[in-house]
């Protein structure tokens, strides 16, 4: 390929430090007709930038009350996501509605380095934090942790 025919696939999108922060973390998805990059900001925003449009898919915005954005994951289907904060939340977001749906902290209330989503049961989300794993179904309320 040529540098011309690369340049048409370059997205770029420039974000304003004051006004939207820098980005903590990000995901990529595929959404049906859409090419979703949601990114999480330090200023407490959750934007799902749709790649083949160019503009926002969805924005969401995080009270910062409950800490700053440390990470997120996001469902397999794209039903809602979980972030994880600084002060120790696990806040949950449906996705349909853009909504908060549930808000929980671990034991410890540690701050949350990192999220995933359980490889094998779709309400599981995993926090890792200095304390150690902690795992909760976000749909009904049972967390285990691991130290």
């Known amino acids: 390929m040529t540098r011309k025919v690369l340049a ?4 770029l999108r420039i974000l304003d430090p004051k006004e ?10 595929n959404s049906g007709a859409q ?11 959750l934007v799902g930038w749709d790649l083949r449009s160019s503009s926002n898919a969805w924005t969401l915005k995080h009270d910062l ?12 289907h ?6 994880g ?4 939340t696990m806040a949950c977001w449906d996705m349909r509605f853009q909504l908060p749906i549930s808000s929980h902290c671990p034991p410890s209330r540690a701050r949350i380095r990192r999220l ?7 309400s599981w989300v995993i926090a890792g934090e200095m304390e150690g794993i902690f795992m ?11 130290r």
């Open 136 to 146: 909760e179904n976000v749909l009904d309320s049972v967390a285990k942790t691991h």
């Open 20 to 29: 939207d922060g820098c980005v903590v973390d990000m995901h990529h998805f």
């Open 35 to 45: 090419s979703i990059l949601a990114y999480a900001t330090v200023n407490g925003s």
């Open 65 to 76: 009350k409950s800490g700053l954005i440390t990470s997120f994951a996001v469902d397999i």
């Open 116 to 122: 995933s989503m359980h490889p094998l049961y779709q």
């Open 78 to 83: 794209q039903c809602w996501l979980c972030i």
């Open 8 to 11: 048409h696939y370059v997205c």
């Open 85 to 88: 904060t600084s002060s120790g």
